[in-house]
């Protein structure tokens, strides 16, 4: 499914959330070991990520940043939701061991340039400190071609409940286990057995990962006829949003001719008034299952973090679904969200009209 050289690197672990922070966990440890060799490192090792990463990327790094045990550099996103592969490198320092950059945003669907940055980062040499480049590919798999030779990636998260598996995940490490090659470092979180090669102790969930083999036979299978017809239901979405509702009252966040975005994923900001929150929106359609950035808790309102990311103001951030596709939603199901979708701004436009009078 993605294309690995050996099945010695892949390793079954209970989900992305585990698998990120095994990354970041190993390439701690690895520029530790280092530090054993060469007395002139820098004390801490040096993160970079972006700051649109989910929270299982952006929290773990923050992490050792407030802990004390690493320095930590966010690149920003442009207006269109990608990361400058130039602003990357910039940030680049003797002692950054590890860029994280997601593979595409769960969010926007916008496919990030990892392979270009993966491409850059091969061609520095003369470090004592090794670069390893991870990009979490949660949202990507089952959806867009994932291929890590042609990624040149050097860890990879895999999350089976993304693409109709079973709530599992896995992590890729290039050669981890590969003697005479250029290895991924891989240390494990805990203490246990020898389970995994030793790469990750504990009893194997053998059910979870029959079902989560089952489901990357069935991208590996079908990704072709799955990713058209998504894009296909996904396009057909857009065309009706703007018909019932307009082009000069929508946004659709990430969407441009300058970004590649996910087939399935379509996130859009209701802009003809403030009012239009997502999360009212969504509370008061009777059909449509979708989700969105921004949130309300005790009150307290907070805007999607990833649309502000993009510059967007505060209304549009605010006013935003994420609505996506599947393999089998059909046209006439896309017609019945539109009109929910509808009827519910048509009930927040009526409730705060008699909130005026």
Do not use: W
């Not at 102790?201 to 029959?210: F, Q, S, W």
């Not at 359609?285 to 979708?290: G, K």
């Amino acid at each position: 499914m993605i294309n690995a050289n050996f099945s010695s690197d892949i390793v079954f672990l209970s989900g992305g959330t585990e698998a990120n922070n095994v990354v970041f966990h190993s390439t701690y440890v690895h520029y530790q070991n280092l530090k054993k060799i060469y007395n002139d490192l820098e004390s801490l090792p040096h993160f970079i990520i972006s700051n649109i990463e989910h929270d299982s990327v952006r929290l773990v790094a923050e992490h050792y940043q407030k802990t004390g045990l690493g320095e930590l550099s966010v690149v920003n996103v442009d207006p269109n939701g990608a990361v400058r592969v130039k602003e990357v490198l910039e940030l680049i320092k003797s002692n950054t061991v590890l860029i994280s950059i997601m593979l595409a945003n769960n969010e926007t669907g916008v496919v990030q340039p990892v392979e270009e940055l993966a491409t850059e980062i091969r061609g520095i040499s003369d470090r004592k400190v090794p670069i390893f480049v991870h990009t979490d590919a949660a949202q990507a798999v089952g959806k867009i071609k994932v291929d890590v030779e042609k990624l040149m990636v050097d860890y990879l998260t895999i999350v089976g409940h993304k693409f109709y598996g079973p709530k599992i995940g896995a992590l890729y490490a290039r050669n981890c286990l590969v003697p005479n090659l250029k290895q991924s470092p891989l240390h494990h979180l805990f203490q246990g057995a020898g389970q995994e090669s030793g790469l990750r102790p504990g009893t194997e969930n053998t059910p979870m990962i029959v079902g989560l083999g089952k489901a990357s036979q069935l991208v590996s299978e079908n990704l072709e006829k799955f990713s058209k017809h998504m894009l296909e239901i996904r396009d057909y979405l857009e065309r009706k949003l703007i018909e019932v509702f307009g082009s000069e009252n929508l946004k659709f966040n990430g969407k441009s001719d300058k970004t590649q975005r996910l087939p399935n994923t379509c996130n859009v900001s209701f802009v003809s008034s403030p009012y239009f929150k997502g999360f009212q929106i969504l509370e008061h359609c009777e059909i449509l299952e979708a989700s969105t950035g921004s949130c309300c808790h005790s009150g307290e309102f907070k805007a999607s973090k990833i649309l502000l990311a993009m510059n967007n103001d505060f209304e549009a951030a605010s006013n935003a679904l994420r609505l996506s596709v599947g393999r089998e939603t059909t046209k006439e199901e896309i017609d019945l969200v539109v009109k929910d979708i509808k009827k519910s701004l048509e009930k927040i436009a009526v409730i705060n009209y008699f909130k005026k009078i």
